[in-house]
T-cell receptor, first 111, second 118 residues
């Protein structure tokens, strides 16, 4: 069964600290994996996209990793800011426009 | 980058009326549009997929006669919630997939529409 599981479900960190969010998937075949940031009441915004051959991709303070062998991905946020408070969603693209969504990690950055 | 404009952002309607939500791709041609709904504290749930010029494909359990999807052009798709009921109150989000470099890998989301049926 094609699934995407994210952990932790929620996370509270202090401003300025780093954190890492996890995404494990069983989707096969695999096309690509995206991390999205979704602010409350807004549509998701793409942070990174990674294909099978890519191991690491950065976007500012966001760094995503992908291990296609173990089917694991992580999103590392460096020097967190209050504006990083949001839900982070891992989405795996299989074939033929099939997208599998994780349930998201809700991050709360506190001053 | 690719932008998808979704309107309205919020709408309140009376039970039994219909509501139309529009999604436009502003700087690319959206060959495929996806429509999602999202309940509070839950992830997005795909409702239907539509390709320009053809009928939408609905996910299991989604009533096609209640959620009318039109994708008549490469830049516009609409979702009409017909005879809305309070249980249809939700956050509706579209996403568009285009063609070309960087657009073939994934898709861009609209900003969402908060529908409240009273």
């Amino acid at each position: 069964k094609n699934q995407v599981e994210q952990s932790p479900q929620s996370l509270i960190i202090l401003e300025g600290k780093n954190c890492t969010l996890q995404c494990n998937y069983t989707v096969s075949p695999f096309s690509n994996l995206r991390w999205y940031k979704q602010d409350t009441g807004r549509g998701p915004v793409s942070l990174t996209i990674m294909t099978f051959s890519e191991n690491t991709k950065s976007n500012g303070r966001y760094t995503a990793t992908l291990d296609a062998d173990t089917k694991q991905s992580s999103l590392h946020i460096t020097a967190s800011q209050l504006s990083d408070s949001a839900s982070y969603i891992c989405v795996v693209n299989g074939n033929f426009n099939k997208f599998y969504f994780g349930s998201g990690t809700k991050l709360n950055v506190k001053p | 980058g690719a932008v998808v404009s979704q309107h309205p952002s919020r709408v309140i309607c009376k039970s039994g009326t219909s509501v139309k939500i529009e999604c436009r791709s502003l700087d690319f041609q959206a060959t495929t549009m996806f429509w999602y709904r999202q309940f509070p504290k839950q992830s997005l749930m795909l409702m239907a997929t539509s390709n320009e010029g053809s009928k939408a494909t609905y996910e299991q359990g989604v009533e096609k006669d209640k959620f009318l999807i039109n994708h008549a052009s490469l830049t516009l798709s609409t979702l009409t919630v017909t005879s809305a009921h309070p249980e249809d109150s939700s956050f509706y989000i579209c996403s568009a997939r285009g063609v070309g470099p960087d657009r073939g890998y994934g898709y861009t989301f609209g900003s969402g529409t908060r529908l409240t049926v009273v």
